[in-house]
């Protein structure tokens, strides 16, 4: 039914590939994922089986959600077919390009949020968001952007008397997860709020706020919630409402934390008033600001 066209990129258990359907000429995504591959053969179909059943659930549920066309097995490889983005990822975009203006990057925050709130309204715990896994539909600057990668993904099972289990384990990428992640004392949902406020610190000022020059000195870090927003010079140009929505994104107590649909109704997404930062020349006496919001905006 496929033919395969250009390699799109790598991932650790896979490589993704152009698949061009016969009949139709319509091109997918296709992550191709081989049988005989040496890495932990177990682990890597318990991932590939998990990401089908988690997004035959998901799939297409909102505006901007993934979705699996098609999934199918031969001798030697397991294929997944999924919408084509053709605008790479948004670590990519950043690194070619740089950070986001802020009214570009509350568009993109925006519409993950919306998804968020749609997965966890299934249940449904991403646990490794990351700007590597957030797709660009199209190169454009205002592209739609998709999260992708469910592999790690997990349904909040109940508990007899009907509350809701968290979930255990260490898993996802360090820089993204949570405290309670690292602890091992269980968790949820408000993981996702966390790397949502990591990927929007790093699409603001094209860094996260708890990268360190060693490994363990970012978990102590990230164990204690350390952060602030240093340097200041970073961020003179963001506005007061964005650093807020960061800082609650990154409540130390999980409890704090917002939920998606919390974060939709922050000020920074929701207000139609375009935000405003000062321009540091003001302070020198310069009246002169500059708004945030791009065109597309």
């Not at 066309?69 to 390009?97: A, M, P």
């Not at 539909?137 to 992708?148: D, E, H, W």
């Not at 993204?176 to 004392?185: I, N, V, W």
């Not at 949820?188 to 603001?204: E, M, N, Q, R, S």
Request: aromatic share 10%.
């Amino acid at each position: 039914q496929y033919r395969a066209g250009k390699t799109l990129g790598f991932g650790t258990y896979s490589i993704v590939k152009e698949m061009i359907h016969v009949k139709t000429g319509k091109v997918y995504a296709c992550k191709v994922s081989s049988r005989k591959s040496k890495i932990n053969k177990q682990r890597m179909k318990a991932m590939i089986l998990n990401e089908i059943d988690m997004l035959t659930r998901i799939s297409g549920g909102t505006e901007n959600m993934i979705i699996l066309s098609d999934y199918f097995e031969t001798s030697h490889n397991i294929y997944l077919c999924y919408d084509l983005c053709t605008g790479g990822d948004v670590f990519d975009r950043i690194c070619k390009q740089g950070s986001y203006i802020e009214g570009d990057a509350a568009v993109l925050v925006q519409s993950l949020c919306s998804d968020i709130a749609y997965i966890h309204s299934k249940g449904i715990v991403h646990r490794d968001l990351k700007p590597e896994n957030l797709l660009l539909r199209t190169p454009a600057s205002n592209s739609q952007v998709m999260i992708a990668d469910f592999g790690l993904a997990r349904e909040l099972g109940k508990d007899d008397d009907g509350k809701t289990c968290l979930l255990t384990g260490v898993h996802g990428t360090p820089l993204y997860m949570a405290p309670e992640m690292y602890s091992k004392t269980g968790y949820g949902k408000p993981v996702d709020i966390w790397a949502l406020g990591v990927i929007t610190h790093f699409i603001l000022v094209g860094r996260t706020p708890f990268k360190r020059k060693h490994k363990e000195a970012e978990r102590r870090v990230i164990l204690k919630g350390d952060f602030n927003f240093e340097p200041w010079k970073d961020w003179t140009h963001i506005s007061q409402t964005a650093q807020d929505f960061i800082r609650r994104c990154l409540a130390f107590d999980p409890n704090e934390r917002m939920t998606a649909e919390e974060c939709l109704e922050h000020e920074w997404l929701a207000s139609a008033t375009p935000r405003f930062a000062h321009d540091p020349a003001k302070r020198a006496g310069n009246s002169s600001s500059f708004p945030l919001f791009s065109a597309s905006t």
